[in-house]
């Protein structure tokens, strides 16, 4: 069974321009969520789709949205980069949400760089 | 205050020795505790999960929740050189993840063979 894919791995953008990162969940899972990691804040929740709908959003600007399709493959947005921006962006992928009861498993992430 | 602490290490521990990882969390209605194992440049990997207080095994390894301290702890026994990882525990609501999970920083374990 194959697990969370995102692509790309790697990418390196320029400050004030926008990436669109992609993530395939396992097969039969129906919810996305999505998480920054950087070595000061940690992983930090962006937002979490099920049914091609966001359920949930964490604390970031508007600058960073994302959708989901009808297949549950999802893709997230940043716009107008900022040197900030630079983490790991964590795709995770669970049945029916990150709520009780549910085993959550993450992508191997995609690793953004803005100069 | 974060909701969700957890001292960084670096842990470095000779092989074969048990090895504890400790996060403490301030909110009482985290009801679920996971802990998760990164190595470096890949993504996080469900290591273990528990539900309100308790213990729970599995294989080498040990995860144990006291609600009423609010800490949380992970028991690596007869620690291998493969186990040197980032160790990040989670946490979550009962009945709804508006917020997500909530993550402890993390702590880098180093085995030393």
């Known amino acids: 069974k194959a697990g969370v894919t995102q692509t790309p791995r790697y990418l390196i953008k320029t400050r004030g321009q926008q990436v669109t990162l992609s993530c395939s969940p396992i097969?039969?899972?129906?919810?996305v969520s999505w998480y920054q990691q950087t070595p000061g804040q940690g992983l930090q929740f962006l937002f979490e789709y099920f049914s091609e709908t966001q359920r949930n959003k964490g604390n970031f600007p508007g600058r960073f949205s994302g959708r989901q399709f009808s297949n549950s493959r999802s893709e997230m947005n940043v716009s107008t980069l900022e040197l900030g921006d630079s983490a790991l962006y964590l795709c995770?992928?669970?049945?029916?949400?990150?709520?009780?009861?549910?085993?959550?498993?993450f992508g191997e992430g995609s690793w953004l760089t803005v100069v | 205050q974060k909701e969700v602490e957890q001292d960084p290490g670096p842990l470095s521990v000779p092989e074969g020795a048990i090895v504890s990882l400790n996060c403490t969390y301030s909110n009482s209605a985290f009801q679920y505790f996971m802990w998760y194992r990164q190595y470096s440049r890949k993504g996080p990997e469900l290591l273990m999960y528990?539900?309100?207080?308790g213990n729970k095994e599995d294989g080498r390894f040990t995860a144990q929740v006291d609600k009423s301290s609010k800490y949380i702890s992970l028991f690596i026994r007869d620690s291998q050189p493969s186990d040197s990882a980032t160790y990040l525990c989670a946490t979550a609501y009962s009945g709804g993840g508006a917020d997500g999970l909530t993550f402890g920083k993390g702590t880098h374990l180093i085995i030393q063979p």
């Open positions: 097969s039969g899972h129906r919810s």
């Open positions: 528990t539900y309100s207080s």
């Open positions: 995770a992928s669970s049945l029916t949400g990150q709520h009780s009861g549910n085993t959550i498993y």
